[in-house]
């Protein structure tokens, strides 16, 4: 593709979600009342909102963020490597408080820009409006108001590969198996995430399979610019 942006501007990243309570009835009667409204059109008749509460994580006015994983190139003795570090705990406002710090630190050059499989329909605007329920200021990578098309520093591996076919979804592990890229979704994938935290409470198998699928998008990138995958032993936790 070509794609003018260096890889060592880019910060790839994957977040993970779940409804903001456990349970149902940790809801107040108005929340469950604007819940039952807000998901009338995606349940079939049959299914009642306490029922589908176990998708709420998938709106940002009903779910929160437990974890959000990031990676970026970096040159080690003329190779990439990628670097990986993830924010995550059941403390929503620290986690995207250190995710904020790590943009105005490290990622807020003009150049740089976030990269994320859907990213653009799901990752940051579900960050953005989480950091505002937080009344966290937003960070300029975030904060698109004013900004004009070309001047949004976000890059989607699925926008890209639309190629202007709007009605064409593609999801990460159909995309990473037809480019030879190892599947991120070995373990667990993005239905189980709210059973894995509020019944099993393992924080850690999340971050890993968040981990996974922001290594599948850094790869999907590469193979966008015909470059060759990464290895195991180029990928790092920092």
């Known amino acids: 593709m070509n794609l003018p942006v260096k890889l060592n501007d880019v910060l790839f990243l994957d977040i993970e979600t779940v409804p903001e309570y456990e349970n149902w009835g940790q809801l107040a009667e108005e929340t ?12 079939k008749e049959d299914v009642s909102a306490e029922r589908f509460y176990e998708r709420a994580g998938i709106w940002a006015e009903f779910g929160k963020i437990v974890c959000i994983s990031v990676g970026y190139f970096v040159d080690v003795e003329e190779k990439k490597q990628l670097r ?27 150049t740089n820009v976030l990269c994320a499989h859907n990213g653009k329909e799901f990752d940051f ?15 300029s990578k975030l904060n698109l108001f004013g900004k004009k098309p070309w001047e949004v520093p976000h890059l989607d591996t699925l926008e890209l590969w639309k190629f202007g076919d ?26 189980e995430v709210a059973k894995v935290y509020y019944q099993e409470k393992d924080i850690q198998r999340i971050v890993t399979y968040c981990e996974k699928d922001t290594i599948a998008v850094a790869q999907i990138l590469l193979r966008f610019n015909n470059q060759d995958l990464l290895k195991a032993d180029d990928i790092v936790s920092v």
Do not use: C, W
Request: proline share 5%; no cysteine.
């Open 125 to 139: 605007p579900f960050i953005a409006r989480r950091m505002i329920v937080h009344q966290i200021e937003l960070p």
């Open 32 to 43: 469950q009342e604007l819940y039952n409204k807000k998901t009338q059109y995606q349940r």
């Open 166 to 191: 709007y009605k064409h979804y593609t999801s990460l592990k159909l995309l990473t198996a037809i480019l030879g890229i190892p599947s991120p979704k070995d373990d667990i994938d993005g239905s």
């Open 84 to 110: 990986l570090t993830s924010f995550y705990g059941d403390d929503e406002h620290q986690l995207l408080s250190e995710f904020k710090e790590l943009l105005n630190l490290h990622f807020n050059k003009k």
